[in-house]
């Protein structure tokens, strides 16, 4: 799966909205109303890089494999960033997605998770 692709996919989830951060963040913002699922930068030398939460276990599992290490500020909260998603197996890449979602759903409040149902 390419950086476009990963795009999409998290722009079709129910409720999610991509927001752009200027400078000096430069960062591609996927949320749920207003709680961050994922997101990449988009400034040099990071350009492209992706960052998700993700579950205790899989923290630890995924900062052990090559290309993916704790997100800068955000890895206290079990950020990780994947530097080249290309490389990543996309339907892995998809669960992850998906988790950090429904993570993010959770937080929102009761009245807000009745409005993203059908």
């Known amino acids: 799966m390419d950086v476009a692709a990963l795009k999409r996919y998290c722009g079709r989830l129910p ?5 752009l951060l200027p ?10 109303f207003d709680k961050t699922f994922a997101y990449f930068k988009t400034s040099e ?10 579950t205790p276990e899989r923290f ?4 052990d494999m ?12 079990r950020w990780v960033t994947i530097v080249d998603v290309a490389a990543f197996p996309h339907t892995y ?5 998906e988790w950090s979602y429904r993570d ?3 937080r929102l409040s009761r009245r807000r998770q009745r409005e993203l149902l059908p």
């Open 45 to 54: 030398p990071e350009r492209w890089r992706f960052s998700i939460k993700v």
């Open 93 to 97: 890449l998809r669960e992850l997605v």
């Open 104 to 106: 993010a759903v959770a």
């Open 15 to 19: 409720g999610a909205s991509a927001v």
């Open 23 to 32: 400078e000096p963040m430069n960062v591609l913002s996927y949320r749920v």
């Open 60 to 63: 630890l599992e995924l900062t």
């Open 66 to 77: 090559p290309g993916v290490k704790p997100a800068r500020w955000m890895g206290r909260w």
